[in-house]
């Protein structure tokens, strides 16, 4: 993966079993700036202290993160996505870029959010 190349090229070695983990939380990022060496336990302490844990209550529903801003990861509120909607839909902003500027978020994922491919829940 790219991120432990980066590792080993500007910090070293990465020992057996351990991790290198992402204090930024971009998967895709390889920041040497950005990475540090963890357990897998410590990795997920670092999931609970940044609130990236949210789970659905339902214990049998392992695997399902929650929806919306419920999930830690979520960069825009269910506002946000209601107003870009209509913005949308009314065609007072229909570019997909001009959306994604507006709302600080990637054109794919402005463009799922307003065909409704993601956010299926509101």
Known sequence: MAHRFSY?????????????CHSCDVTLCVNP??????TQLDNIHDMIAKKRNFMFPNPGNRGH?????RNGASVI???SVIFMRKLFD?????NIAELSRRFHI????SSR????????HI
């Open 8 to 20: 080993k090229l500007y910090k070293g070695t990465i020992p057996d079993g351990m991790n290198v």
């Open 33 to 38: 700036e950005h990475l540090f060496i963890g």
């Open 65 to 69: 993160h929650a929806k919306g801003s």
């Open 77 to 79: 509120t269910e506002e």
């Open 90 to 94: 009314d065609k007072e902003c229909s």
């Open 106 to 109: 990637s054109e794919s994922q």
């Open 113 to 120: 959010i307003v065909y409704r491919e993601s956010w299926k």
